[in-house]
């Protein structure tokens, strides 16, 4: 499966279609979502019918990227209407979901994460901090070229894609050329004057605005923090059961991984959830500290992601031997890790 397509390559498979439907991995989160939305509102600056569509719901803290777009979820047989399906910020048919039954339809995938599973003809570039960084080329490549105006929406949905996936330029993916995308985007966005969201404002609504019910997670999560490997793996577990006990949903959830990441000492953060659909299904993201691979980790369970953030899914009968999975194979990863030192 070709796997190295340029950006122009990809450029001309977008431009030739005329109905796109754009889709993104499931548990949505800001860089997908800020993508997705934002190759959408170029297709249509280009006179191009463009949906996205998602197997699970857009976050509520990011449906302020809908723009245009009011429904996001997918319906049997919508992709026969439509003459191209890009993927975007998916590095696997695991991630699709429930829409990976469309993996074999897709043309064409925009990615950037450096371990996964190439499964359509793609342009992956694991240097990108994040696909928006990707889209942001491709971005400025079509108002170059005079086929897309500058548009400050656009560039909202882009940033939001960037400063999502660097955590606030935080992680270790930010890069020079992130910055200095972001510097163009901030300027484009910061002199706009048509009443949308400043940089303080779509960074607030990303990081600071949180639910009653997402606080009520995190304590949650605290209360379900457990540390092995000598206190250097650091795991959150949801169950469903927990969730029902605590009146919490998913989307409550989505950002526990940020719990364990920020106790001392930890080198490796888990975050292990029971999916609603099948209980002997969990999905585990993780973090990485330290010179970790925990996207090899996650590779060996079909996963893929980065050097320091990706995740998987595994089957386990409990909460128990779900736990008992990841410990072993992240734990092992820092043993080696450490016998490399």
């Not at 089957?315 to 992240?330: K, M, N, T, V």
């Amino acid at each position: 499966m070709p796997n190295n397509l340029t950006l122009s390559a990809v450029s001309d498979i977008l431009c030739r279609a005329q109905r796109v439907l754009i889709c993104i991995h499931h548990n949505p989160d800001g860089d997908a979502a800020g993508s997705a939305f934002a190759l959408a509102q170029m297709l249509r600056a280009m006179g191009k019918y463009a949906r996205v569509i998602c197997a699970d719901p857009i976050p509520k803290r990011l449906r302020f990227t809908l723009r245009e777009q009011e429904e996001w979820l997918y319906t049997e047989g919508m992709e026969t209407e439509y003459d191209l399906l890009c993927a975007v910020d998916t590095a696997s048919v695991g991630q699709l979901g429930a829409l990976g039954h469309l993996a074999d339809k897709i043309g064409v995938s925009i990615d950037h994460h450096g371990t996964g599973e190439v499964f359509c003809p793609a342009y992956v570039d694991p240097e990108a901090s994040a696909a928006g960084e990707i889209l942001f080329d491709l971005y400025r490549m079509w108002c170059e070229a005079g086929q897309l105006q500058p548009d400050a929406d656009i560039a909202r949905l882009l940033y939001t894609a960037i400063v999502s996936d660097t955590g606030s330029f935080k992680y270790s993916n930010t890069t020079k050329k992130t910055m200095l995308a972001a510097a163009e985007l901030m300027s484009e966005i910061q002199s706009a004057t048509d009443g949308g969201d400043d940089i303080p404002m779509l960074c607030h609504r990303l990081f600071e605005c949180r639910t009653m019910t997402e606080l009520r997670a995190q304590r949650a999560g605290i209360d379900a923090l457990r540390l092995e490997h000598g206190g250097e793996l650091g795991i959150v577990l949801f169950t469903q059961q927990m969730l029902t006990d605590n009146g919490l949903t998913m989307e409550d959830i989505a950002n526990v991984i940020g719990l364990p990441r920020t106790v001392d000492g930890v080198k490796i953060a888990l975050a292990i959830k029971q999916s609603p659909e099948d209980p002997t299904a969990w999905r585990i993201s993780s973090r990485a500290s330290v010179d970790v691979d925990v996207s090899a980790v996650c590779a060996t369970f079909g996963g893929g992601g980065h050097k320091r953030a990706a995740g998987c899914s595994i089957s386990a009968p409990d909460a128990e031997a779900a736990l008992a999975i990841a410990i072993e194979a992240f734990g092992g990863a820092l043993t080696q890790a450490e016998g490399c030192e």
